[in-house]
Nanobody
Framework: ALQLTESGGGSVQAGGSLKLSCAISPNRASLFTMGWFRQAPGKEREGVATLTSGGYTAYAEFVQGRFTIVRDDPANILYLQMNSLKPEDTAIYYC???????????????????WGQGTQVTVSS
């Protein structure tokens, strides 16, 4: 089993940046496809970014060009760099992982094996 622990959320003004971290335990991140999801109040959880075990990245259209997903294998941490933040990016952000094969596409919430507890991101206008 994996344990995922997010950090780095907070409040920022529109146009600002935040970097989310997801500590992964035990050190098996390279065997899993990892991703970030988010859930805003009253909305369904949606996929934001995916990093497959083979190194392929995929992004939701609404964050394309603004967010970057990266994994630091020696440190066993997954990051989400978020730039040019907008008020509509306000949500709880979740780190997620699956052991199922995911080939060149975004993760779907229904195929997630492990979730983190979430970290709040608030973007003010």
């Amino acid at each position: 089993a994996l344990q995922l622990t997010e950090s780095g959320g907070g409040s920022v003004q529109a146009g600002g940046s935040l970097k989310l971290s997801c500590a992964i335990s035990p050190n098996r991140a390279s065997l899993f496809t990892m991703g970030w999801f988010r859930q805003a109040p009253g909305k369904e959880r949606e996929g934001v970014a995916t990093l497959t075990s083979g190194g392929y990245t995929a992004y939701a259209e609404f964050v394309q060009g603004r967010f970057t997903i990266v994994r630091d294998d020696p440190a066993n941490i997954l990051y989400l760099q978020m730039n040019s933040l907008k008020p509509e990016d306000t949500a709880i952000y979740y780190c997620a992982a699956t052991s199922r094969p995911v080939i060149r596409r975004q993760l779907r919430s229904g195929e997630i094996d492990y979730w983190g507890q979430g970290t709040q991101v608030t973007v003010s206008s």
